[in-house]
């Protein structure tokens, strides 16, 4: 028997506990599975085998005191669509139109992050990627004939025609958390933006750090240098790595830099931002959510001055 999430359009389908919502998981039949004459079910359209990337401790998280959700955030063996479970007759609970009346429901990943151990929201991730991975590449990118699902233990979808392989990309994004003294005060202060992709929103506004893609042919730091000058036009000193997480919106992986202000004054890239500036930690605007690589960013420069968020 196997294990599996139900994921559907970027919601994961999840059950309510007295410490919030978790994830829930289907037991998968040997009725389920594939010969192998067949390509392996983990790779068909609508169905992933999951990795677990992270240590066995990563799966308990200190907020979880129930004995039943501790037990069921370990991880799943894989994760299929709810249009894949319906197919197939795999059984569901009942899944109600109202989330204030239904003890399973589907529930966004940013919502889920803020509470689930970093290995479970790694997986999920995981999942939401792949299945959109393999929604997306359903023909040829040379020749556009129709792929099919490799018949080994690959993930690679195989023109039948060229016989190109397509695989999983991810896109690497590098996001700065930039300091300097408050030229006044001497306070450590955080530059933080705030980015026209957050919409229009009710006040407080949210900022959050300095992010963009790597191009091709350039370094991280490189990058990290290029997306600073293009957005705010400061110069940087002692660029430093900290941590990466997976991000799925689209596909990215998020790589997560540390760096001092040297010189410039601040000029944001009208485009993407509307206002940037360097806040004293002491008075930070609303910030991006718990869980996220941003949060995590400003959470160690704030403790670093022996304060919390």
């Known amino acids: 028997m196997s294990s599996a999430f139900i994921l559907n359009d970027g919601t994961v389908l999840c059950r309510r506990t007295l410490d919030g919502w978790l994830p829930l998981q289907v037991q998968l039949s040997e009725f389920d599975t594939v010969d192998d004459s067949e390509c ?32 069921a955030s370990a991880p799943a063996t894989s994760a299929i669509t709810y249009d894949y479970a319906v197919t197939n007759d795999i059984a569901l609970p009942i899944i109600t139109d109202s989330i204030s009346n239904s003890d399973n429901f589907f529930i966004t990943y940013r919502q889920l992050i803020t509470q689930l151990p970093v290995a479970l929201s790694a997986q999920l991730s ?9 929604a997306d590449t359903q023909f040829c990118s040379r020749c556009s004939a129709p792929v099919t699902a490799a018949k080994r233990d690959e993930r690679a979808m195989v023109c039948q025609v060229c016989q190109l392989r397509q695989y999983p990309r991810v896109q690497p994004c590098v996001i700065t958390a930039i300091t300097r003294p408050n030229p006044q005060t001497g306070e450590m202060q955080i530059l933080l933006a705030h980015h ?49 997480q997976p ?4 596909s990215n992986l998020m790589l997560g830099f540390r760096a001092c202000y040297a010189s410039g004054d601040i000029v944001v890239q009208e485009d993407e931002l509307s206002h940037a500036e360097f806040f004293d930690i002491s008075n930070l605007p609303k910030i991006p959510f718990k869980g996220s690589i941003a949060y995590e960013l400003i959470e160690q420069i704030v403790h670093e001055q022996g304060m919390s968020l």
């Open 196 to 244: 026209h992709r957050y919409g229009q929103q009710s006040l407080p506004l949210q900022y959050g750090l300095i992010a963009g893609f790597v191009e091709v042919g350039e370094s991280l730091e490189h990058a990290v240098v290029r997306e600073v000058a293009e957005e705010v036009n400061i110069s940087l000193l002692d660029i430093r790595y900290v941590s990466s």
């Open 40 to 71: 392996l079910q983990a790779y068909q359209v609508g169905r992933v085998e999951l990795l677990e990337s992270l240590a066995p401790s990563h799966w308990v998280s200190d907020d979880f005191i129930d004995v039943d959700v501790i037990s």
């Open 126 to 134: 995981q999942a939401i990627q792949l299945l959109r991975w393999q």
């Open 247 to 250: 991000w799925p919106f689209p």
